[in-house]
Every structure is written in C-alpha cells, then in structure tokens.
C-alpha cells in the first residue's frame, strides 16, 4: 500500500534547499532491494550467500548468510570492521563465549582471528569493509576474500544458473 503523498510548505532554509538540490544532481540514490531479487547460492560447505550491496568505491559489502546445517566458516580475520544482525538461529566464535540469537547485533573489529560456527537454520546479514583473510589449519593464509572475490563468485552463479546480474546491486 502506497503512502499518501501531500505536499506542505516547506519551512527549510535557502541554504537547505540549495543542499537538498546537491544531493539530487550529485548524490546517490535511495534504493530497496526486494528478498527476490538477489539469489541465494552456495559458499562454503552447506553455507549460502546472498549479496545485498557491494559497494566498490569503499570495498564494503552486506550480504545475508543462511545455513540449513550446523556449520563452520573456518578461522578467518578481518581487515576492516564488520556489522552482524542475527535474523534466525544462533552463531558465534569459538574463541569467544557469547552466542548470537535472534536480533543480536555484534561488531567485529579489524584485525582480530576467529573460527565462526553456525547452528541449523541460522540466517545473519553481514555489513563487512575491507577483506577477509582465511587460515589453514596450520596457519597459513589460504584465501582472501573481498567485494569483488563475492562479487565474481556472484557472477559465477548467475552464468550457471542462467540468471542476469541485477546490476542495482553494485553502488
């Protein structure tokens, strides 16, 4: 259902209404990506991800993950700071002892090396800048992720899949 829409005088300054025509010739647009529009596929193991915005000015990215399965992402550290809200399920660290829940919010600071756990049917949108570095066993690196890794990994499933790039996507 659409909102009624009236126009009332507006009681913004000059130099607000000087602003507010910045904004709509140089600034970005709002946008709503409906649940349909991005595609859910596969990552690690049983784990899915859906992207949700890559931004490839700032190298931040938010993406939804979901898992039907108890399942582990790996030990991993990040390069920038990440932002999590748990929609569904329960996660966490192993190095840590707090256990996120529906509506959880945490924050992730750069630097810090730890192995994510998720329970069966757990969803989290992520908000994440920078990389992601990924450990073997013994340490060493083995994969560094970031906006354009999951944005070719993205691409990849739609030639698959037969899907077009929403392009309203990448900002």
């Not at 595609?39 to 931004?55: A, S, T």
């Not at 939804?64 to 809200?85: C, M, Y």
């Not at 959880?104 to 998720?118: Q, R």
Request: one cysteine or more; charged letters at 20%; a negative charge.
């Amino acid at each position: 259902m659409n909102a009624p829409h009236t126009v009332k005088p507006s009681v913004l300054s000059d130099t607000d209404l000087q602003e507010l025509a910045a904004v709509r010739e140089f600034g970005g647009k709002d946008t709503h990506i409906s649940c349909d529009e991005s595609p859910w596929f596969n990552w690690v193991g049983e784990i899915e991800v859906k992207i949700l915005r890559i931004d490839n000015r700032t190298g931040t990215f938010v993406i939804g993950l979901r898992s039907p399965s108890d399942q582990g992402l790996g030990k991993h550290r990040h390069r920038g700071i990440v932002t999590a809200t748990t929609i569904s399920g329960s996660w966490g660290y192993q190095e840590y002892e707090w256990v996120a829940r529906p509506g959880d919010y945490v924050v992730e600071t750069p630097g810090t090396i730890h192995t994510l756990y998720v329970s069966a049917n757990t969803e989290i949108v992520y908000t994440v800048t920078g990389s992601i570095e990924f450990f073997n066993e013994d340490d060493s690196l083995s994969s560094v992720w970031d906006c354009f890794s999951f944005t070719n990994h993205y691409m990849q499933h739609c030639k698959r899949e037969g899907l077009q790039v929403n392009r309203r996507l990448f900002y």
